[in-house]
């Protein structure tokens, strides 16, 4: 079954601290990729997305996200967390079918920074 | 400005009636999706539609049904035979085709039934 997993339910850094948040992805096929984010009682916002080619991605608000095959994992990475950052963050993944775009989300790792 | 709109934010219902959520997109995207997020479970899937008046079921469409008679339209219906129905409520558009995959996702529409 194609499934994403998020292995952290909470992370806390510090403000400054680097972060990384860790996504597994299970799947017959390459899947295409996305990292949200998402802040209390809103909706999610994409951070960054991998389809295909460079395995290192970049996306808004200075986070980024490597595609490793060999580890079936998509962890998305930023060098300095800001007060700001503090949010839910989901990855998740899908492959194009004729059943349309549909998405796995995983289960979401809760960040807490701390100033 | 286009997006998606999600009305009301908060809705209040009685266990027993019947709610309908709104959502609307102006996105121009073929393809819509409502999910359901409940803590600690991510967002479930429980309808999506691809072309106007076709949609499919979800992971978990018990209870639930929607209406594709509008490319800018998804509303979804809440209905009595839906066990806890108390959630936030997630409507997402995206364009169909390989060449823009992502969703947009509305603000969401947070339902507490009693």
């Known amino acids: 079954a194609q499934s994403v997993t998020q292995p952290d339910i909470h992370i806390t850094v510090s403000e400054g601290a680097s972060l990384e948040l860790r996504c597994n992805y299970s799947?017959?096929?390459?899947?295409?990729l996305f990292w949200y984010v998402q802040s209390p009682g809103q909706g999610l916002q994409l951070l960054l997305k991998?389809?295909?080619?460079?395995?290192l991605v970049q996306g808004i608000k200075g986070f980024e996200a490597e595609f490793k095959r060999s580890q079936s994992s998509f962890n998305l990475r930023k060098p300095s967390v800001h007060w700001s950052d503090a949010a839910e963050y989901f990855c998740?993944?899908?492959?194009?079918?004729?059943?349309?775009?549909?998405?796995?989300f995983g289960t979401g790792t809760q960040l807490k920074v701390e100033l | 400005d286009g997006g998606i709109t999600q009305s009301p934010k908060y809705l209040f219902r009685k266990e027993g009636q019947n709610v309908t959520l709104s959502c609307e997109q102006n996105?121009?995207?073929?393809?819509m999706y409502w999910y359901r997020q409940d803590p600690g479970q991510g967002l479930r899937l429980i309808y999506y539609?691809?072309?106007?008046?076709?949609?499919q079921k979800g992971d978990i469409a018990e209870g639930y049904s929607v209406s594709r008679e509008k490319k800018e339209s998804f509303p979804l219906t809440v209905t009595s035979a839906q066990k806890n129905p108390t959630a936030f409520y997630l409507c997402?558009?995206?364009?169909?085709?390989?060449?823009?995959?992502?969703?947009?996702f509305g603000p969401g529409t947070r339902l507490t039934v009693t």
């Open positions: 997402a558009s995206s364009i169909q085709g390989m060449s823009s995959y992502e969703q947009y």
């Open positions: 799947y017959g096929a390459t899947p295409y």
């Open positions: 991998y389809f295909s080619g460079d395995t």
């Open positions: 998740a993944g899908g492959v194009l079918t004729g059943g349309g775009n549909k998405l796995t």
């Open positions: 996105l121009n995207h073929d393809a």
């Open positions: 539609s691809q072309i106007v008046n076709d949609f």
